[in-house]
């Protein structure tokens, strides 16, 4: 799918959809702005702009992919087991069972 282009009005957009990354990355990857952004976070109006750049071809191509983003490493993969158990030793919990499980 082609990225959408940056404009004065697509700029404002991504800004406010993605605001983490600069508005030319976010429209780079038109996939990831419609799916996991606009889809969740635009209003009537943004959905309308992003929508005028996108053929019904590719809004279908978005819409069928299975996209999802990457879970952030916020741990590391081998401790991300033990933080669903009874107990999470990374949480600072120690022996005492996670309120959760209580």
Do not use: K
Request: proline share 8%.
């Amino acid at each position: 799918m082609r990225p959408i282009p940056l404009n004065t009005e697509t700029e404002q957009i991504a800004r406010s959809l993605v605001w983490f990354e600069p508005p030319e990355a976010a429209l780079a990857d038109s996939v990831r702005l419609i799916a996991a952004y606009a889809m969740a976070r635009a209003t009537h109006e943004q959905m309308r702009t992003i929508l005028h750049y996108v053929t019904d071809a590719e809004f279908r191509e978005t819409l069928d992919r299975d996209y999802r983003a990457p879970l952030p490493s916020l741990l590391e993969r081998e401790t991300r087991p033990l933080c669903r158990g009874r107990h999470c030793p990374r949480a600072g919990l120690g022996d005492r069972t996670h309120r959760s499980q209580t």
